[in-house]
């Protein structure tokens, strides 16, 4: 189950991966724990399509953060009213008589890929996905990095730039506030308003321009768009290298909506890389995420396969 503050999406799959049933419902958002709960377990029957309880493993359940994997406790959901401390693990259990594990989005995205897309074969792999935000989750000699309270891998506040923009956790020059989707926009906006002349401009008379805009400018050689993913690639080579010198996993994988541009965005990554990790460290590959918009209901769903130590 991928509890999302718009969709909730739900998957039954096996060890293999293959996704044999699928559905998906608005997330009633403004009604509630109880509500949200109701609709999952409404879900979590349509999947099962009539499988008898004894073959189903259990449910993995990716939700926004912080939560606390270990108890099973979504401790604030930003986007989801009322959702303050809900035992949604000790919920979903009761309501479906199925072991059921928890843990955040980032980390379950990893989790897929390392299972099931581009990090499979890996000892030690790390998943970025880049959309509103920047998420994702580092697994270490064959396990998911879980440190204190659960709370390790939260890799979009890294401090890439001291004196840099507000992110959303409060605090300046975070990477996210550089280099997610919101960041890539509001920089294209500022380009904008400061009279840099670009296709951009018709786009932006009528909605607020976004990733996909830039990377569809970009592609009829739109100066201010190759610009800014340009910025973009660099910003995000900026982290990626600090994450390789912390972890020196075997390979990293892109995901979420600007990693679509990832033919725009990966000769900038790999110059930095060039330029910024020491030599040992620049043969990692970092590419493309295999999943997809799935990558966070069936990296869920690989929580059932993932050793978790003391949860
Ligand atoms: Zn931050």
Redesign the pocket.
Known sequence: VDLGGTRLRAVRIDHEGHVLQHRSVATAATAGPEAVISQIVALVEQVMDGVSRADIEGIGVGSPGPLDPFKGVVLRAPNLHGWVDVPLRAMLQERTGLPVLLNNDGNVAALGEWHLGSGRGCRDFIYVGVGTGIGGGIIVSGRLLLGRKGMAGEV??MKVQLDGPV???G?AG?W??LASGVALARFAQEALRAGRPSSLHDRAATQPVTAGDIFAAAAEGDALALDLLQQEGTYLGRGLVSLLHLFSPDRIALGGGVAQGMAWLEPHIRSVIETQAMPPFRDVPVEYAHLGDRVGVIGAATLLLTPMGDQ
């Open positions: 979009g506040h992110c959303s956790c605090k975070c996210e506030a």
